[in-house]
Structures are given as structure tokens and as C-alpha cells.
């Protein structure tokens, strides 16, 4: 008697471990969807220079969201990029325990946002004067 509610306890904790398991595992997974290919500031940082030309920074950073011009008539492009990332995972089970049934869920989700707002300024030639960046997440 005393051997078989051992067992039961040892099964119980065993399966309620595997759960807490699973919800660490989905954290880990969310954590990792809210990644991916974007524009960034270290791309901002690695592509960009001084006495580039347009047609360069457009390639490697695209089109920009505003064109305007300075007070002496110089092209100015902003970038202004604005994200919210969700992702959710979640899964069930279902299993027998001895003489009882067990059902189980784990899942997380994880949202995020993120502003990147780059001004990139040209001379009178048309390259790459000056440039600048900010960037938030939360």
C-alpha cells in the first residue's frame, strides 16, 4: 500500500516536472521567433557611409518612408521603421496516471516593439553627407 502511493506521488511530480519543462522550452521559442531579418542599426552601422550615393544607400537600406529637402535645398531621407512583434506557442497533453487522468497545457507569449528612425542627409552632389540614427524597444 505504502509502495503504491510512493509510486503515485513519484509519477505525479515526474509529469508535473515535464510541464515546467515544456513552459520553459515555449519562453525559449517565443524569445527566438521575435528575431529575424530587419532593418537595424548595426546594419545602419556597417552599410552606411560618408560620399554614398543614393542609389547605394537605397540598396541597402531600401526606399526611405519621407523625402524632403533642407534649407539650402539638400535632399534629405528619413527611414522611420516601426514593429510589434507577437508570438504565441502553446500545447497540450493528455495522459493516464494510474487510476486517474491527467490533462496539461503549457504555452507563453512574448510582445515586443521597436522603433528605428534614421535620417541620412546629402551634399549638393547627392552623396552622403551625414547621417544619424535612434532606436527604442519595448
Request: charged fraction near 20%.
Amino acid at each position: 500500500m505504502v509502495r503504491n502511493v510512493i509510486t503515485t506521488i513519484l509519477v505525479i511530480t515526474i509529469a508535473a516536472s515535464i510541464t515546467g519543462c515544456s513552459a520553459t522550452r515555449h519562453a525559449a521559442d517565443t524569445q527566438a521567433g521575435l528575431q529575424g531579418n530587419r532593418l537595424t542599426v548595426g546594419q545602419v552601422q556597417k552599410e552606411i557611409r560618408k560620399g554614398m550615393s543614393g542609389a547605394e544607400v537605397a540598396a541597402a537600406l531600401g526606399s526611405p518612408n519621407i523625402v524632403t529637402t533642407d534649407d539650402q535645398g539638400r535632399e534629405v531621407w528619413i527611414y522611420d521603421k516601426i514593429s510589434t512583434d507577437r508570438v504565441v506557442s502553446e500545447s497540450s497533453g493528455y495522459g493516464t496516471l494510474i487510476l486517474f487522468g491527467y490533462r496539461g497545457s503549457s504555452g507563453s507569449s512574448s510582445t515586443s516593439q521597436q522603433t528605428l528612425t534614421i535620417i541620412v542627409k546629402y551634399d549638393n552632389e547627392r552623396k552622403v553627407r551625414d547621417y544619424a540614427y535612434h532606436t527604442s524597444r519595448f
